[in-house]
């Protein structure tokens, strides 16, 4: 079984006809748990990494703790044991000083994600980043900036291959996207993939709560 395979179901394949994919879920303060699990199991090379500096437990617990899910939006990537491979932040902020010439918007994004080592190396960031691209489009954001460090070769990757504009100081990185507008094929297409991951979702949650269930049956011995 490949790692990819943590991420197929029969639904997928049917609503992609074999082709691979990895549905992305908007999360919600239900998921607050999961996502402290997820980050508090990064090593600390890769807490470096996605926060630019380590954190410890107590860090990371705030930093969960604190995220607003009425003003930012966060994605996830559930495996098929039904926890977060990989998860996505997108914070949005009034524009400041240092935007102009970037946008006229009244907001600006940025990104930020991180993939647990076991589920690198099949996409999961860039579909996590294409995500938050779609829906930054969707409300009215037209610039995507991701900060981090130049060593950072997972978030370096993403941001050229999505053509961002990149600067490089003092061993950190600012990257930026100029987005379109939106149009009905970015809302068609974030609610498709909101569909297919929400379904997903409930396949691999009741697939859970059955194995579960299946572990606590009483088991019968053979009769000698």
């Given amino acids: 079984m490949t790692r990819l395979n943590l991420f197929r179901n029969p639904l997928e394949r049917w609503f992609n006809k074999g082709r691979e994919t990895i549905p992305v879920k908007a999360l919600s303060e239900h998921d607050r748990r999961r996502m402290l699990r997820h980050f508090l199991s990064l090593e600390r090379s890769d807490r470096i990494l996605r926060f630019g500096s380590y954190m410890g437990d107590e860090q990371v617990t705030k930093y969960v703790e604190g995220i607003d899910f ?7 990537v559930y495996n098929r044991v039904f926890r977060l491979a990989a998860v996505g932040h997108l914070a949005f902020a009034p524009r400041q000083a240092g935007s ?3 946008t006229d918007k009244e907001r600006v994004a940025e990104f930020g994600v991180s993939v647990l080592k076991s589920a690198r190396g099949l996409g999961i960031g860039s579909k996590l980043f294409e995500r938050a691209a779609i829906v930054c489009r969707n409300h009215d954001v037209d610039v995507l900036y991701m900060h981090c460090l130049s060593s950072n070769q997972t978030m370096m ?12 100081d003092y061993g950190e990185a600012d990257a930026y996207l100029k987005l379109g507008p939106a149009d009905p094929a970015s809302v068609l297409q974030e609610a498709m993939q909101e569909q297919l991951a929400t379904l997903d979702y409930a396949l691999k949650a009741n697939v859970r709560r059955a194995t579960k269930l299946w572990g606590k049956l009483p088991r019968r011995t053979p009769k000698e």
């Fill in 157 to 168: 990757h993403i941001a050229k291959k999505a053509g961002m504009e990149i600067q490089r």
């Fill in 100 to 102: 102009e010439g970037k």
């Fill in 70 to 76: 009425q003003r930012d939006m966060v994605f996830g």
